[in-house]
Antibody, heavy 119, light 108 residues
Framework: QLQLQESGPGLVKPSETLSLTCTVSGGSISSSGYYWGWIRQPPGKGLDWIGSIYSSGSTYFNPSLKTRVTISVDMSKNQISLTLSSVTAADTAVYYC???????????WGQGTLVTVSS | EIVLTQSPGTLSLSPGERATLSCRASQSVSSSYLAWYQQIPGQAPRLLIYGASSRATGIPDRFSGSGSGTDFTLTIGRLEPEDFAVYYCQQCGSSTYTFGQGTKVEIK
């Protein structure tokens, strides 16, 4: 069974860079036809797509976050990474990684990790 | 950007009743690009419906999706206690994803 697990600091200071890793087990991130995405959810609010990456390295971003986001893959570790620069309190959220077959929807999700931006 | 508007914001129903949730898009969406998720508090979203009407693996047949163009519907045939949750629609056109703001189905 495919499993995704997010990890990273739970607290980031304003203006600094948020860095998270998603470790995938039970399947390879290099498999063709799959995109790997990051989605976040501020406390008590809805879901917001951050960006996605294909196994080839092609990336796609939410236009509202594009200038601050980097997504990359490490095939040797079967991991997907997210960095978000110049964070503010508005970036406080639960961050999820998820798999997307052929782009259309997200069928497997990690449990999520809460990141709080505060000094 | 395609905006998805879900209604109602909250649906108060009793177990055994039928739930009808609406998702309206600001412009036409291919049916292939429309999905529905269920989220129980403290948990990750779970895929229910993809391609507007196809049930995901392991999803009970009391969940059904329909619609086309700008109007899509998620129907829960008879509510079970575990169905009280928040439901989101999602589209993936124009190389971006957007989600609706969610509909909360609560116990009346």
């Amino acid at each position: 069974q495919l499993q995704l697990q997010e990890s990273g600091p739970g607290l980031v200071k304003p203006s600094e860079t948020l860095s998270l890793t998603c470790t995938v087990s039970g399947g390879s991130i290099s498999s063709s036809g799959y995109y790997w995405g990051w989605i976040r959810q501020p406390p008590g609010k809805g879901l917001d797509w951050i960006g996605s990456i294909y196994s080839s390295g092609s990336t796609y971003f939410n236009p509202s976050l594009k200038t601050r986001v980097t997504i990359s893959v490490d095939m040797s570790k079967n991991q997907i990474s997210l960095t978000l620069s110049s964070v503010t309190a508005a970036d406080t959220a639960v961050y999820y990684c998820a798999r997307s077959p052929d782009w259309y929807y997200f069928d497997f999700w990690g449990q999520g990790t809460l990141v709080t931006v505060s000094s | 950007e395609i905006v998805l508007t879900q209604s109602p914001g909250t649906l108060s129903l009793s177990p055994g009743e039928r739930a009808t949730l609406s998702c309206r898009a600001s412009q036409s969406v291919s049916s292939s690009y429309l999905a529905w998720y269920q989220q129980i508090p403290g948990q990750a979203p779970r895929l229910l419906i993809y391609g507007a009407s196809s049930r995901a693996t392991g999803i009970p047949d009391r969940f059904s999706g329909s619609g086309s163009g700008t109007d899509f519907t998620l129907t829960i045939g008879r509510l079970e206690p575990e169905d009280f949750a928040v439901y989101y629609c999602q589209q993936c056109g124009s190389s971006t994803y957007t989600f609706g703001q969610g509909t909360k189905v609560e116990i009346k």
